[in-house]
């Protein structure tokens, strides 16, 4: 990644303006020089007010806004959280992403070249997950009135022909497992906040899960009864959320959850609870008991699935509540948190 | 996670479990002093592992439940000045002041800053010339020696705009507010290990001594908590009461001479008012004469009136030992993390909090 801005060229300017975003020639020439001539495609080079297309059979449609910061962070950007993100959302459904909006909300003064780098990880995730950029938008606000950049996509995709994903279809003994290791995302983040840096090898785990899902799906179908990917609220929130929609209940292991010794490190000391700490590429699937071997080791053998675990079971007791049996033995209740994690005095 | 994982290990949780179900025989009332060792207690499941005539009570030593209300209407007063960044460590952040929060004041408009150490704070009124930088300077004696060096070091650079809203509370005066009680019920403490790591025990032994009770400086993890717990019951068993340290990987009899150096250069030990307890003679600390232009009270001439905390809260009665959180005719209605009446609801270390977030009805 290089972040040099290089020296400004005869009339360009080196950070976008108000102007950028008036709808005449600077708005023009932005989109122009640096959106459609990298992203460029059948729908796009249209330049049209939408995208047209055909789908035929189920879809999923999703949205989700990125407001992350700082935009770059170690093992990612705003842009790849961007596509992964929606690509993510839509994979929970069982559907693969086809068709993805795009649209930015800049805050005047972001520098042109960070502009373009995070466009280049947009141009590299899409790619990577196989999905088109067919439509979006570009506004900027005054300085003060927004954090440099805000990205928002929508995503549509066609549903699995053997997903029935729903949480209505869990019942008691159902297997509770996780594809990765937990935290690293929010931890990365974290890490290189301004206030807070503190030293530390650990990455965002943000990739793409379609893949995961597909392959998935194409062996287990109807046995995959629950998919969520544990971003903001993590882990414990996901299964709250679970727990509270069936009114069943869901026993987890300490011992079982796949932890990096360095994600865990900066959590004690920050005095941060994993379990609540965002996560960027990784998912929680609900299975039938019958097949959580096989597809515990299915997930084993795909990429981004190598840490995967079998974290736990859904119960008939403790009906809405997580429980987490301690590492001791002990047990104690795993609640939605009440706000937002704040870094403990002592 | 060395030093940790060890104190972790559930084959010698299981030892000491099983040492102490040989040893109790009779009921005994214990008290952990930090809020860190009871939310410890609550997350690990202990509580209902230990030997039932065992009753753990929880102590006052968490420092963002025994900030009084008082402290936080200056803290929100100081962040909504204009032109002051106020620097506070997280915990303080949800806290409810008479009126409002410092997240309310934050979102609000204010420019509240999350920081991990004072030190950073100094450099921010470094780098914000025509900035006034308050920083947040609460806790037990664990974070005083920090605090005290941001003092020192602004000094020495001769930074001018910088300041402390000081609110440190200490250790052996609430224990001895406690015992003094009339109606005490504590039989023995796990006295507070990182407090111990700066100041040492001795100052534990006249306690120990007047009040006839054992008190055993203990550490955070679990191995460390039923260790604890075993060598303070143990000594009740025995009729003895003495100052013990399981914690001695980390405390040191004698404390830490640099971190206290640094206390008494720049603080003096004052009166304090207590969250739920009332006013502690000689039980804080306050910014010394010599430094007064870093204390921010002073700074900023700072009178406000003095509020009462809500008084369905029952904090002071948990804090001293005397109820537990589930007793309380609030807890889990009309106090909640979301919208708390008091201190120990909200704080990561607070005893109602660590009650509703790990044990409502496992």
């Known amino acids: 990644m290089n972040l040099n801005c290089p020296l400004p060229t005869n009339g360009v300017s080196r950070i976008i303006t108000l102007g950028h975003g008036s709808g005449g020639l600077l708005t023009h020439q932005l989109l122009q020089t640096e959106v459609f001539d990298l992203l460029h495609n059948d729908w796009l080079d249209q330049q049209h007010d939408g995208a047209t297309f055909s789908l035929n059979g189920k879809v999923a449609f999703s949205t989700d806004s990125y407001v992350v910061s700082p935009l770059f962070f170690p093992g990612g950007n705003i842009g790849d959280l961007a596509i992964n993100g929606t690509v993510n959302d839509l994979a929970m459904c069982g559907a693969m992403a086809r068709y993805l909006s795009l649209s930015f909300i800049i805050e005047e003064g972001l520098e042109l070249c960070l502009f373009r780098e995070v466009l280049r990880h947009i141009k590299a995730a899409a790619q990577a997950a196989g999905v088109a950029i067919v439509t979006g938008d570009t506004k900027v606000v005054e300085r003060g009135k927004g954090d440099q950049l805000f990205i928002n996509t929508s995503g549509i995709g066609h549903i699995h022909p053997r997903a029935q994903i729903h949480h209505n279809r869990i019942v008691p003994g159902d297997v509770v497992i996780v594809s990765g290791e937990i935290a690293a995302h929010g931890m990365a983040i974290m890490s290189v906040r301004k206030g807070l840096e503190f030293e530390t090898e650990v990455c965002s785990d943000t990739r793409p899960l379609h893949e995961m899902v597909g392959k998935l799906l194409d062996c287990f179908g109807e046995q995959v009864k629950f998919l969520r990917d544990p971003t903001r609220g993590g882990l414990a929130s996901v299964l709250n959320e679970m727990t509270e929609a069936t009114k069943l209940g869901v026993m987890m292991e300490e011992n079982s959850l796949p932890l990096n010794e360095q994600v865990a490190a900066a959590c004690e000391m920050l005095g941060l609870d994993p379990l609540y700490v965002a996560n960027e590429g990784i998912m929680v699937a609900i299975v039938s008991e019958a097949v959580a071997p096989t597809v515990l080791g299915a997930l084993k053998g795909m990429k981004g699935g190598e840490q995967a675990a079998i974290i736990g079971r859904v119960t008939k007791e403790h009906a809405g509540k997580v429980v987490l049996e301690s590492r001791i033995g002990g047990h104690r209740v795993v609640n939605f948190l009440p706000g937002e994690q704040l870094p403990r005095i002592c | ?362």
Request: negative net charge; hydrophobic residues 40%.
């Open chain 2, 1 to 362: 996670m060395k030093y940790i994982s060890e104190y972790r290990d559930p084959q010698l949780v299981k030892k000491y479990l099983h040492e102490l179900f040989r040893v109790t025989t009779r009921p005994w009332t214990l008290m952990e002093i930090c809020g860190g060792q009871t939310h410890s207690l609550v997350k690990n499941g202990l509580l209902d592992m230990l030997p039932p005539q065992i009753n753990m009570v929880h102590g006052p030593g968490c420092p963002v439940c025994v900030t009084s209300v008082s402290v936080l209407d200056e803290a929100l007063w100081l962040a909504q000045q204009p032109d002051v960044i106020f620097c506070s460590f997280g915990d303080m952040l949800r806290v409810p002041g008479s009126s409002q929060s410092l997240l309310h004041a934050k979102a609000a408009g204010a420019d509240v800053r999350i920081l991990y150490s004072p030190l950073e704070a100094v450099q921010l009124a470094v780098d914000n010339p025509t900035k006034e930088v308050v920083f947040f300077a609460v806790g037990f004696e664990t974070t005083a020696p920090a605090n005290a060096l941001s003092v020192v070091q602004a000094a020495a650079r001769g930074v001018t705009n910088y300041s402390i809203l000081a609110s440190h509370v200490l250790v052996p005066p609430a224990m001895e507010a406690i015992l003094g009680d009339p109606d005490n019920l504590i039989d023995g403490f796990l006295a507070a290990g990182h407090v111990c790591t700066i100041m040492g025990t001795t100052e534990y032994d006249p306690i120990a001594a007047k009040y006839k009770v054992p008190i055993v400086v203990t550490g955070f993890e679990p191995a460390d908590l039923l260790q604890g717990i075993l060598m303070t019951v143990t000594q009740l068993e025995k009729g003895t009461y003495k100052v013990e340290n399981q914690y001695a990987r980390m405390v040191a009899r004698e404390g830490n001479a640099m971190a206290m150096k640094a206390i008494h250069e720049v603080f003096d030990v004052s009166d304090r008012m207590w969250r739920g307890i009332g006013s502690i003679p000689e039980s804080g600390y306050e910014v010394k004469a010599a430094y007064s232009q870093y204390n921010a009270r002073l700074k900023f001439n700072i009178q406000l009136p003095v509020r009462e905390e809500d008084p369905d809260c029952i904090s002071g009665d948990i804090m001293r030992g005397h109820k537990k959180p589930v007793q309380c005719p609030a807890f889990g209605n009309r106090c909640k993390p979301e919208h708390p009446l008091g201190a120990p609801m909200v704080s990561s270390e607070g005893a109602c909090a660590a009650y509703y977030q790990y044990k409502s009805s496992v």
